[in-house]
């Protein structure tokens, strides 16, 4: 942090820069394309002409239509032949639908779905008839949130029937089952400082219980192959275990325009503060996957804090703007003076600066535009694809066949966890294994896989690395103090690079919807890699487009390869 703005004085001038002034290294900042200038020959003929250019108004027109059916038939002919998308199975292999999302239907009073409304789900779902998504019976109050929205066409990057995501785990399996316990964790430890963790008993049972899911735990672990304090809930892309868990663009001063924009959050209080988990019985519990709103609402902590725990993370995910923090993180970075990709035309232009083109106004809009985008084809997948249940519904699963009775076909090693006290049965309460949640209402009312945060997170995460350059190292890193009250310097070795700290952005968002209880790790993980995609053919599709000599620009994916766009 600069010295200044930890002062209150006056910051860098740099940092009051926005948009079209950002300053000589930002200001031909880069946005995803390369250069075909004129699809259409004819278009060309404007350099030679010296009459009124009647003629080639007509001709641009025609030059602009043939540009688009030719990025049209560019994507279509890269989408295979023969192709299928395949969801895992649970849906057909389970008729009473315990394997499926089923929230904001009637449900029975064993919390199993009315078969009847479930199938009117599906009814919708497969004639895709605005009227029968009318038709659909409710449970409650709340309504399902916005399924033609995954049927909606783009003219812009890839259409969201193209895309596939790999099935997420099966009901039955034993990754399903670590990934539910890592769940349970992660609930359990909502209220302890990311920082304190390597010091907790909390976490480090957390982390022995975890290692016992052997390789169907697939979330981060340490260089012994073990899951560790160390890097317990950490993301899997390049950066994620260096540095503090959250970061840097959650604390790094950031300014829009002329506003300066608080890096404290109005959060919720913990336990001990006089905070609740919720849907922790099963009428509740019931009541919820019915649609019925709750009678309670978020309990919030008086004094604004810096992110520190996983109670913060889990409120900011709970209501932030959909493309909040990639949009703040380009403030952030723009302030840091990071410049701009190698392949921005304007990087050593001797006459003119991006501003529509490879310019600020172009990467802000540009953001937005991705996110959008995502967020159509990420829904084309939680409701035509997959429609995976919710963690707290897999968590009443869990519930009803370790202490009533019910003939679930969980995974033993979750069982085993449940009902061992060396392992979650010694720290959840005696004979219940619901998913304490972060939010009164639990999820939101759509299936879960893909997600939604994540891949946002994936789209604009990779704009910003397309943008600028990876490598730039970030200067006096902070972390906050136990109470999320003030900064204090990084005193740790590793170098915390704009990639690394933005692939950590993107998995801090997307698991810090898990921390909440609202999400599974692979719904984080596999959702970055789709955003990722959406964005990679937005740019592509733009790359055609410029008249700017452009040869485009590399990026480093969520997998660690690198890739010219």
């Given amino acids: 942090m600069n010295k200044d703005a930890k002062s209150g004085g006056d910051p860098k001038p740099n940092r009051r820069k926005f948009l079209g002034n950002i300053g000589k290294t930002v200001a031909g900042m880069t946005a995803a394309g390369a250069l075909v200038p004129f699809i259409d020959d004819r278009a060309g003929v404007f350099a030679q002409r010296g009459d009124d250019g009647q003629t080639f108004y007509q001709q641009r027109a025609n030059a602009c239509f043939q540009f688009r059916v030719n990025a049209a038939q560019a994507n279509n002919a890269r989408i295979p032949p023969l192709f299928q998308r395949s969801n895992n199975g649970d849906e057909a292999l389970y008729p009473n639908r315990i394997g499926s999302y089923s929230k904001g239907l009637p449900h029975q009073s064993n919390g199993e779905v009315v078969p009847a409304a479930y199938d009117a789900l599906l009814a919708a779902v497969n004639s895709r008839s605005p009227a029968l998504f009318e038709q659909i019976p409710m449970g409650g109050d709340r309504k399902l949130t916005n399924p033609q929205a995954g049927l909606a066409f783009d003219l812009e990057g890839k259409d969201c029937f193209s895309l596939i995501q790999t099935p997420p785990p099966p009901f039955a399996s034993r990754e399903n089952a670590a990934e539910i316990a890592e769940n349970y964790w992660m609930a359990l430890l909502r209220d302890v400082p990311y920082a304190d963790y390597q010091s907790n008993p909390v976490a480090a049972a957390a982390a022995a219980d975890l290692t016992l899911f052997g ?333 700017e000599v452009f040869n485009g620009f590399s990026l480093t994916k969520f997998d660690g390869t690198t890739v010219t766009v």
């Avoid at 073990?226 to 899997?236: A, D, E, N, S």
């Avoid at 190292?473 to 990084?490: A, C, F, K, M, R």
């Avoid at 810090?512 to 955003?531: C, F, I, P, Q, Y």
Wanted: hydrophobic share 40%; aromatic share 10%; proline share 6%.
């Fill in 215 to 547: 390789a169907d735990f697939k979330g981060a672990k340490d260089t012994n192959g073990q899951v560790t304090p160390r890097v317990l809930f950490r993301g899997l892309t390049p950066g994620d275990k260096a540095g503090p868990y959250l970061s840097q663009f959650f604390y790094q001063p950031c300014f829009f325009g002329a506003n300066e924009v608080s890096q404290k959050i109005r959060t919720v209080r913990t336990i001990s503060d006089g905070g609740a988990n919720y849907m922790t019985d099963f009428a509740s519990w019931l009541s919820v996957q019915n649609g019925v709103s709750p009678n309670q609402s978020d309990l919030f902590d008086s004094t604004p804090r810096y992110m520190r725990n996983g109670r913060d993370i889990g409120q900011w995910v709970h209501i932030d703007v959909l493309f909040q923090a990639y949009f703040q993180a380009f403030l952030i970075i723009a302030g840091l003076g990071v410049p701009a990709d190698a392949g921005n035309p304007y990087t050593n232009s001797a006459t003119q600066i991006g501003f529509g083109t490879f310019g600020g106004p172009h990467i802000a809009a540009l953001l937005c535009e991705v996110a959008t985008r995502a967020l159509k084809a990420v829904w084309n997948q939680k409701w035509f694809v997959h429609r995976r249940l919710r963690p707290e519904a897999f968590a009443e699963r869990v519930d009803r066949r370790a202490f009533h009775g019910a003939n679930y076909p969980v995974h033993q090693e979750i069982l085993n966890s449940v009902t061992t006290n060396t392992r979650l049965g010694g720290f959840l309460p005696a004979g219940n294994a619901l998913l304490p949640m972060a939010f009164p209402e639990g999820s939101p009312t759509h299936p879960a896989y893909g997600a939604g945060h994540a891949t946002v997170a994936g789209a604009c995460v990779t704009i910003l690395k397309a943008w600028f350059d990876e490598s730039f190292v970030i200067q006096n890193p902070v972390e906050p103090d136990s109470t999320g009250q003030v900064l204090v310097p990084y005193t740790g070795s590793a170098n915390l690079t704009v990639g690394g700290e933005l692939n950590k952005l993107a998995s801090n968002v997307a698991l810090g919807r898990n921390t909440a209880g609202v999400h599974w790790r692979s719904d984080g993980t596999e959702s970055l890699k789709l955003g990722e995609a959406v964005a990679i053919g937005v740019l592509k599709d733009q790359k055609l487009a410029y008249n």
